[in-house]
């Protein structure tokens, strides 16, 4: 189990968000967690990420619990994680490239290895022709992947994903989905956060929050 959420409660001040909230991702699964807009995604991830602690009961990820998180083990746990939001988030000083080799710098990877890995995993994602560009020169998709690229090139055992297609049109959304089922069959795990019915595979494993609670859903399409 890569992650786990036991009983957990959320709520900003008097606003509850999540209530007695227990699910499970499995090791290299893909998971959609879908809802409507403000029903919790975001602040279901970020407790995923320790952005957020739970009001009540655990979350537990990679190994590190929430119970007993510190602020110290956080850059740890977060080298386990892979991260990509709609707005892509890139280093805009920095080409496609550097964006990739930036994060293995910082988590020391070999030195030697570390133009191996970018490229391959540019090579993956379709896009080492542009590892010479900028982030504001590239298409929406582009962009995307580069911040997937990012997220995955540390070998992460969890990628979590918040509305990843939200700013991508319908076919490009098709893509960027179809790379996450990638990765998921490749070992790591996907929890995508998304308002969007319309990208969901229906055989894949579906969450749902509604009214503070999440629950498996099936989708008819
Ligand atoms: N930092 C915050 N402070 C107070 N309320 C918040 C904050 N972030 C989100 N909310 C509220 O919590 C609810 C859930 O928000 P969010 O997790 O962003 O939902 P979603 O990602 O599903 O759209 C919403 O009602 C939102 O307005
Ligand atoms: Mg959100």
């Known amino acids: 189990m890569i992650l786990q959420f036991n009983k957990v409660n959320f709520s900003y001040s008097s606003h509850r968000v ?9 090791n290299g699964e893909l998971v959609y967690m879908v809802g409507k807009s403000g029903c919790g ?13 739970p009001d009540d009961g655990e979350v537990v990820v990679a190994g590190f619990s929430s119970a007993s998180a510190s602020e110290k083990i956080i ?25 990739l080799a930036y994060i293995l710098e910082i988590n020391n990877y070999p030195a030697k290895k570390r133009r ?15 590892k010479n560009s900028y982030p504001q020169t ?6 995307q992947r580069t911040a997937i690229g990012r997220a995955i090139v540390n070998e992460p055992l969890l990628v979590i994903a918040d509305e990843p297609t939200g700013n991508l ?27 969007n019915y319309d990208i969901i595979d229906p055989s894949a494993k579906i969450l749902r929050i509604e009214d503070g609670k999440v629950s498996p859903v099936r989708i008819k399409k």
């Open 18 to 26: 999540l209530h007695d909230c227990s699910f499970a991702v499995s």
């Open 41 to 53: 995604k975001s602040t279901l991830l970020q407790l995923c990420y320790f952005n957020l602690f």
């Open 75 to 99: 850059p740890a746990l977060r080298r386990k994680l892979g991260i990509v939001f709609q707005d892509f988030k890139l280093l805009s000083d920095r080409t496609v490239f550097d964006n």
């Open 116 to 130: 191996g890995r970018v490229e391959e995993v540019l090579r993956d994602l379709g896009i080492l022709h542009l």
């Open 138 to 143: 590239l298409s929406g998709g582009e962009q």
């Open 169 to 195: 049109d319908p076919q490009t959304s098709e893509e960027i989905v179809s790379i996450f089922k990638d990765i998921s069959l490749k070992g790591t795990a996907v929890l995508l956060a998304t308002h």
